[in-house]
């Protein structure tokens, strides 16, 4: 049996959330920047039990007769003027991620408008949030303690990734997936 859900990537526009889903489910990344209007989506499968292996959680059990995920990774233009033609795009969600870039501040401020959207349209969903681009290090202007800070505030887990080098990019989405999942019980 496969469980099927939805899960959104919100966040302004640039900070790399096409990205983020080309690279886990394409293993694909394209240099050049083309604005994601409305919303687009890619499937995935994903195996649970290399998931729980990889991850190595003892108190973890996959449900009886389910062995993987089919998610549809939706990617939310990141315009918040025109947000009302995608909050159909929100309904129904499993999960969330929550992405920014570490080399733009006003990204990591507009976290809070992501978040608060995201629980209005959503519900309670487990979510995780991103700080995406680590790749320009030399150009970071928000820094990991309060990143930390706010994350410990939501209570959700913090991920660093660069979708351009392939960082952390499988961790993240994978302990999402194990969120989700528990989350089902």
């Known amino acids: 049996m496969s469980y099927r859900g939805k899960v959104i990537l919100l966040g302004d526009a640039g900070v790399g959330k096409t990205s983020l889903i080309a690279r886990y489910v394409d293993n694909m990344f394209r240099s050049e920047y083309i604005q994601t209007v409305g919303a687009n989506f890619l499937i995935k499968e994903v ?6 292996d990889k991850m ?3 108190n973890l059990e996959i449900p009886s007769g389910m062995s993987s995920f089919t ?5 939310i233009g990141g315009q918040k003027d025109k947000l009302f033609v995608t909050e159909y795009y929100f309904l129904q969600a499993v999960g969330a991620m ?7 501040r006003e990204s990591f401020n507009n976290l809070d408008f992501w ?12 979510f995780i949030i991103i ?3 680590t790749d320009l290090q030399d150009k970071r202007v928000v820094h990991t303690e309060e990143i930390e800070k706010k994350a410990k505030s939501y209570g959700v887990q913090y991920f660093e990734t660069s979708a351009k080098l392939n960082e952390s990019v499988d961790i993240a989405f994978e302990d999402l ?3 989700i999942l528990n989350n089902l019980k």
Do not use: H
């Open 56 to 58: 190595k959680r003892e």
């Open 98 to 104: 929550v992405a920014f870039s570490i080399a733009n």
């Open 131 to 133: 700080g995406n681009k």
């Open 177 to 179: 997936s194990i969120q």
């Open 115 to 126: 978040i608060s959207k995201m629980k209005e349209l959503s519900g309670d969903v487990p």
């Open 71 to 75: 998610l549809f990774y939706w990617d």
């Open 47 to 52: 195996n649970l039990k290399r998931i729980v």
